[in-house]
């Protein structure tokens, strides 16, 4: 048997023991293990590596901790709308959404649009349609509600800040010491393929329909069996300008580097380099995982059939 495992993250971003309370911290801790858990049963029962980060994001999607799904941050209009994107790495099919509003998993309407469209990136009320159009579950405004976003909106909304869930370089005091975290998963099944998913409502007081890395596929997400599969957080327009998922994989291919040494370099020198705050989770074809980021902290997680089974949020873990 090919040896399987997943890895998971909640987001990264400045993240310090400080600011959290026991109970916070326990959350997350069972939020992400709940993950893990999931979508292990999965891979232990021979399901795809598709099939296993879809699991997870739809769990971490349905926690309000989360900024996916339930719990996404509010726009400049004071709405949620959200990205999502899926890839598998055997035959290099992807499927993502832009922008779209009260649909209660996001991840799944990407996962309709890799297995059940002709294309690979739909947007805003065309994928509304068509999410209504599958049937995917969608939910009233109140679903994706939440008393501590609003409150993160309202302190900047009628500024034009815009902030990541967890960093504001301007609002830093206000604002990070709270929630934070757009979610992602990887996987390698008992076939040795791999995929990745990633969901997130993106940044607080986003306007304009502004899009992050996460949909974006080589940006936020990628999968490809040859050499890995990636999901990343941190502040998109880095993560955009530099392909940062992408470039692990060709990293990995072309300059024959391990996932973690191409990991290191993109998140320590090629982010860093451009001031692009965040961190990526990835695995390889062999199973082996690697969780990197430059920021305080990083919500993760990772359990494989080689018994590694371990939630960490903060640097020294
Ligand atoms: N990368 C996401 C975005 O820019 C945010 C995050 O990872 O928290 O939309």
Redesign the pocket.
Known sequence: MHPFTIVVHG???TILKEDMTPALEKAYREGLQQALDIAYAVLEEGGSAVNAVKAAIVVLEDNVLF?AGKGSVFTKKGVQEM?AAIMEGTGLEAGAVAGVRSVRNPIELATEVMQNSNHVFLSGKGANDFAIKQGVKLEPDEYFFSQFRYDQWKAIRDSDNYS???TNHQLDELLRDKK???V?AVACDQQGHLAAA?S????TN?KYG?????PMIGA?TYANNQTCAIS??????M?IRSVAAYDVSCLMAYKNLSLEAAMQEVVHQKLVAMEGE?GMIGVDAQGIPAMVFNSAGMYRGVRSSKGLNEVAIYKSE
């Open positions: 987001g990264a971003g900024n990205d990541l869930d967890h934070f975290g757009t992602g990633t997130t409502g993106g940044m986003k502004r899009i992050g890395d996460s936020g990343c957080t941190g502040h998109g327009e993560f965040g």
